[in-house]
């Protein structure tokens, strides 16, 4: 990731870098590096990636001005092409990129397909260009202190500048208690800093910044196919590219394989075209998804491995990611950080497949209503959220806001702020590639008709028809059915998994030695609920000095703790939003001043 500090007082940026790189480095694994270019201190630090030794050295012109990438890209249409995603982390692809970003402006990268962040210094204008790619795949953040302007891939970074304030946003935990566990847009848990939306080009000088968008979503042709065959055909072939651009250079490719359709298909192309894949599934062992996951890369002919959720010390291990996901995953999107310290051993690509659902199937898919708006996100009510009718006002809020159809709004208000946490999470340790971004592949399924979207017909009959081995008779977790199963048998499997579960669960009663199957890989409230597990929580959330419960009433949180603990009457992500929110401002001091005192440590 990038980080930096612009201000007409340079004095202090060694030490602010410095400071920065400490708060933000979470591996050993990963590299720093440090320049200061006139006004401008900036910094990258990355994780190495196969035999690239290479100083991240930025690209550089005769009058001062110079170019940084951190990330990579996988193509680029206008400009000739990538041949291979591993040149795209070499000086001569950031020569090449400066030159267009030189020429051009941001527009120049309208088409680079890829998860970056970019920052171009114009030595002439001394002023910085920030830009970022079509999905924010890796967040940037930008705050103005007391002397200049901060901007850093992590919020702790842009609070280690001189003046940033570190004061919550009470308007977080509002919308997060409200939608689904995680904030809306830009908003972080601290007022002081806002995350840069997709497709952004932030100008930063010593005045202060500017923000602008280079492409919207309104470019996109929208479900104006009319040929199923033909945009099937053409799906596929761009599918095997994706996969294949993201499979370049890998030693050990792998992923993090569930029940589901979406990481099922990278399994399914990947094992195509590669040797040696490795699939890490995690949950509690007796679940569904597990065993589902198994199977699928059985048949894959992939090595697989189980790290098991909740196992003891749990808790613990997702309160320490707390600050390195800058608070912005609830307790329940923590279990993906769990895992983490095994996928170096695992693999050094990730093949992600988050969000799959939202890009070829109907997961998100709404026309114009706000009233759809608000069940995608989703809005939950309950004694904390906010009204409906002020619900529903955001909703129109943020489809007006939306550089677009209306049915992007989620790309803009929430997959930044959810789903694309788990992958920036995962980053530092490993190469994370998600084939379902690849640009080439999103724009032809934005073509697909709503009609044949519906109920995720369109993607069931592309992975049904392409991946057999995979698809036609082990069954999809949600369902417990192969895709493309008739309702009647769909009602049967749910009744027969009930059964089943219910003779265990009396056979268990009875003192049977049985393990009765979960029907959720992370069945959250059997274990939060646990007495340490739970004392702890409430402690933190109800805590004498609690920040919600000076925004909502302390009575109204006990109520809602209570409500969950007692009768499961309160959603499991509004109390994970709770602790988390409460657990990150209660430390944040703490934990900037630990990077600080590194900084003083190595110095001496």
């Given amino acids: 990731m990038l980080f930096g500090w612009l201000s007409a ?21 990963e590299r720093a590096a440090v320049w200061t270019v006139g006004a401008l201190g900036i910094g990258l630090i990355e994780r190495p990636f196969g035999d690239d030794d290479e100083e991240r050295e930025p690209a550089r012109t005769p009058d001062g001005s110079a170019l940084w990438m951190s990330g990579e890209a996988f193509d680029w249409p206008s400009h000739g092409g990538i041949r291979r995603a591993s040149e795209t982390h070499g000086l001569a692809f950031r020569t090449r990129l400066l030159a267009a970003i030189a020429a051009e402006g941001a527009e120049a990268i309208r088409d680079l397909d890829g998860e970056y962040q970019i920052a171009f210094w114009n030595a002439r204008e001394r002023q910085l260009l920030l830009l970022n790619d079509r999905f924010a795949a890796l967040p940037v953040y930008v705050a103005t202190g007391r002397r200049g302007v901060a901007f850093a891939g992590g919020v702790r970074g842009a609070l280690m500048a001189p003046g940033v304030n570190t004061d919550p946003d009470i308007d977080a935990i509002r919308e997060a208690v409200s939608f689904g566990g995680y904030r809306l847009g830009s908003r972080t848990n601290v007022r002081a800093v806002a995350m840069v939306p997709p497709a952004a080009a932030v100008t930063i000088s010593v005045d202060g910044l500017e923000t602008r968008r280079y492409w919207t979503w309104a470019e996109l042709h929208d479900g104006d196919a009319t040929d199923p065959r033909a945009l099937m055909e053409e799906a596929r072939s761009a599918w095997v590219n994706a996969v294949a651009r993201r499979l370049d250079g890998a030693r050990r490719p792998g992923l993090t394989l569930s029940g589901g359709l979406d990481s099922r298909a990278i399994l399914a192309e990947a094992t195509r075209q590669v040797t040696g894949v490795s699939a890490l599934t995690y949950g509690v062992p007796q679940s569904d998804d597990v065993r589902i996951a198994r199977r699928a890369a059985r048949a894959a002919g992939a090595e697989w491995r189980l790290y098991p959720l909740y196992a003891d010390g749990w808790l613990e291990r997702r309160t320490q990611r707390i600050h390195e996901t800058d608070g912005l995953m609830d307790l329940v999107d923590l279990m993906h950080t769990e895992p983490l310290d095994t996928m170096p051993g695992a693999f050094d690509v990730h093949l992600s497949g988050y969000i799959g659902d ?18 995608t996100m989703p809005y939950y009510g309950g004694a904390l959220a906010m009204p409906y009718g002020e619900a529903l006002a955001a909703a129109e809020g943020m489809i007006r806001r939306t550089p677009g159809p209306a049915r992007f709004a989620p790309y ?18 490993a190469i994370v590639r998600r084939p379902f971004v690849d640009y080439r592949f999103f724009e032809l399924c934005q073509r697909i008709p709503a009609a044949w979207r519906a109920q995720h017909r369109w993607r069931e009959q592309w992975l049904a028809s ?51 199957p979960d029907r959720s890989y992370h069945p959250d409230e059997r274990y939060w609920s646990q007495r340490a597990e739970r004392h702890a929580i409430e402690h933190t959330i109800l805590r004498p000095d609690s920040i919600s419960c000076e925004v909502f009433g302390r009575s109204r949180v006990d109520e809602t703790v209570r409500a969950f603990f007692v009768t499961g009457a309160a959603p499991v992500q509004v109390v994970g939003a709770l602790y988390v929110f409460e657990r990150y ?12 005192r590194q900084v003083t440590q190595h110095a001496c």
């Avoid at 803009?412 to 340790?429: C, D, G, H, V, Y």
């Avoid at 401002?585 to 600080?596: C, K, M, N, P, V």
Wanted: glycine residues 4%; hydrophobic residues 40%.
């Fill in 585 to 596: 401002h209660q430390t944040l001091a703490a934990s900037l001043a630990d990077a600080r």
């Fill in 412 to 429: 803009e208000q929430k997959l930044p702020q959810s789903t694309n946490r788990i992958t920036a999470a995962a980053r530092p340790f």
């Fill in 358 to 375: 939202a890009v070829a199937g109907s997961t998100l898919y709404f026309e114009n209503r706000p009233e759809d708006l608000l069940s």
């Fill in 9 to 29: 007082d340079t004095g202090d940026t060694p030490d602010v870098l410095a400071s920065m790189a400490a708060a933000l480095r979470v591996t050993a694994e």
């Fill in 466 to 516: 392409t991946y057999p081995e995979c698809f036609a008779r082990i069954p999809n977790q949600q369902t417990g059915v192969p895709l493309q199963s008739s309702r009647l048998r769909w009602q049967l499997a749910r009744a027969a998994r009930f059964g089943w579960r219910r003779m265990l669960k009396g056979a268990r009663a009875a003192g049977l030695p049985v393990a009765v």
